[in-house]
C-alpha cells in the first residue's frame, strides 16, 4: 500500500482517537454541558489560531516577503513546484536566521506562504532546497494547517473540560460517593493523565503529517533523495545552530520542516516532528520501489 494512504489512514485513526477521548471524558466529567462549554472555548482559541496562523509564525521569524528579483532562484522553484501542485503561487518570505529550516503556513492553497531561513538557502543545493520545497507545498496542498487546528482544537477541549473538573473539586463542586459522577482523586489522576494523552496524540497526528508532506513532495518532485538528503545536511546544521526554545518561535516551531531544538529522550514521544533517520529510510524506499 503506498505510503501516503497509510499516512491518512493513520491520521484518520488518531483524530477519531482524539475525538473519542473528548468525547468519553466530557460526558463522565461535565455531560453534555461540559462539552458545550469546552467546545465554545476551544473553537474561538483554535478558530483564531487557524486564520492567524501564517502572521503568527512569520512574525515569530521575523520573516519579510521577498519579489522574484529578490530571490529569483527561490521563485522559481516555487513556481513550478505549485504549478505541478494545482495550486495559486504561495507568497515566498525569507527569515534571517541562519538555522536552515523552512515551512509552510497559511490555512488553504489561496492564503499560503512559503518561508526558507537564509541558514537552508546557504546550507542545501538547488536540488535539495526543491526537495524541501516539494515537500512544504504538500503541507499546503494536503490543508495540514486546517488537520493541526482540528486536533489542536480537540485536545485544547480535553484540556479545558479537565481543568473545569478539576477547580471544581479542589473547591468543593467535584464528584462524591454520593453521586455516579468522579470523585477527588479520579478528576487528579484524570488532570494529570488526560492532557498527557491528548498531547501524546496529537503529537502523532503530526508526525504522521510530516510523513505524508514528505511522500507528497516526494511525489510532486520525482526526487525522493534529494529530500533526505536535504533532511540529512538540516539536522546536521540544527545541532551546530539550534534555535533556543521560547514562546516566540513556538508559533513557528511546529511547521517547520525539521525539529528546530535539540532534544532527545522522553520528549521524542511528544515531538512534532519524526526522527531524520526514520523519514529517510522511507524516503529511500520510495526511490527504490517508485510507491510515494
Known amino acids: ?27 463522565w466529567l461535565g455531560g453534555t454541558t461540559g462539552l458545550l462549554v469546552a467546545g465554545v472555548f476551544a473553537l474561538a482559541m483554535n478558530g483564531g489560531a487557524y486564520f492567524f496562523s501564517d502572521k503568527l509564525a512569520l512574525r515569530a521569524m521575523h520573516a519579510r516577503e521577498v519579489s522574484a528579483a529578490e530571490a529569483p532562484r527561490l521563485h522559481a522553484i516555487v513556481a513550478e ?13 525569507v527569515s534571517p536566521t541562519m538555522a536552515p529550516n523552512a515551512f509552510a503556513t497559511g490555512r488553504n492553497p489561496a492564503n ?31 490543508r495540514d494547517i ?37 470523585g477527588f482523586l479520579e478528576i487528579m489522576l484524570l488532570a494529570i493523565l488526560g492532557p498527557l494523552a491528548a498531547g501524546l496524540i496529537q503529537a502523532a497526528i503530526s508526525r504522521s503529517r510530516e510523513f505524508q508532506a514528505d511522500a507528497s513532495g516526494a511525489e510532486v518532485t520525482g526526487d525522493p533523495l534529494a529530500l533526505a538528503s536535504a533532511l540529512r545536511r538540516i539536522e546536521s546544521g540544527i545541532a551546530a545552530r539550534p534555535l533556543a526554545p521560547s514562546g516566540q518561535v513556538a508559533p513557528a516551531s511546529s511547521m517547520m520542516i525539521a525539529n528546530p531544538f535539540s532534544a532527545g529522550g522522553v520528549v521524542r514521544l511528544f515531538s512534532t516532528h519524526p526522527p531524520t533517520e526514520e523519514r529517510v529510510a522511507r524516503l529511500e524506499a520510495m526511490a527504490r520501489t517508485g510507491q510515494y
Not at 81 to 93: I, S, T
Not at 153 to 179: C, K, P, R, T, Y
Request: hydrophobic letters at 50%.
Open 1 to 27: 500500500m503506498p505510503h501516503k494512504v497509510l499516512n491518512g489512514f493513520k491520521t484518520a485513526m488518531l483524530l477519531g482517537l482524539l475525538s473519542a477521548m473528548l468525547l468519553l471524558v466530557g460526558q
Open 81 to 93: 513546484l505549485a504549478q505541478r501542485r494545482n495550486m495559486p503561487m504561495p507568497r515566498v518570505y
Open 112 to 142: 499560503a506562504a512559503v518561508c526558507c531561513t537564509e541558514g537552508i538557502l546557504h546550507l542545501l543545493d538547488e536540488r535539495e532546497l526543491r526537495g524541501v520545497l516539494g515537500h512544504e507545498i504538500s503541507h499546503v496542498g494536503n
Open 146 to 182: 486546517l488537520i493541526a487546528s482540528v486536533a489542536a482544537g480537540l485536545a485544547s477541549m480535553i484540556m479545558i473540560i479537565v481543568n473545569i473538573a478539576q477547580l471544581g473539586a479542589l473547591f468543593g463542586f467535584g464528584g462524591s460517593e454520593d453521586d455516579d459522577g468522579p
